[in-house]
């Protein structure tokens, strides 16, 4: 499967955005796909996940209640809607695909090119 993000911006503290993932390839709905992101210097770190059905979405402590993962299958996208944007947000975002389902980076073999988002104070 090959994966190609978009979406990202620059926005000011507390603004929102709407990062989408778009799915070539069959068989989507087999996998689990989640989000990561990466600041420069930093190791990449789990963000959120959706199972292929589209059940059990999951996310990091540090965006629960301010991200959304979702998906459709006949489209072969999953979103992730970013509110109430904060400073420390700011990092490339990764979207990925893994027939298994966890937070766990090595689970995905397969990733996007990465979208930046730049949160302002």
């Known amino acids: 499967v090959q994966l190609q993000a978009s979406g990202g911006g620059s926005v000011q503290a507390g603004g929102s955005l709407r990062l989408s993932c778009a799915a070539s390839g069959r068989s989507f709905s087999r996998y689990n796909m989640a989000w990561f992101r990466q600041v420069p210097g930093k190791e990449r770190e789990f963000v959120a996940v959706?199972?292929?059905?589209?059940?059990?979405?999951n996310y990091a402590d540090s965006v629960e209640g301010r991200f959304t993962i979702s998906r459709d299958n006949g489209k072969n996208t999953v979103d992730l809607q970013v509110n109430s944007l904060k400073p420390e947000d700011t990092a490339v975002y990764y979207c990925?695909?893994?027939?298994?389902?966890?937070?766990?980076?090595?689970?995905?073999?397969?990733w996007g090119q990465g979208t930046l988002v730049t949160v302002s104070s």
């Open positions: 990925a695909a893994a027939l298994s389902y966890g937070s766990w980076e090595a689970l995905y073999g397969y």
């Open positions: 959706i199972r292929g059905s589209g059940g059990m979405p």
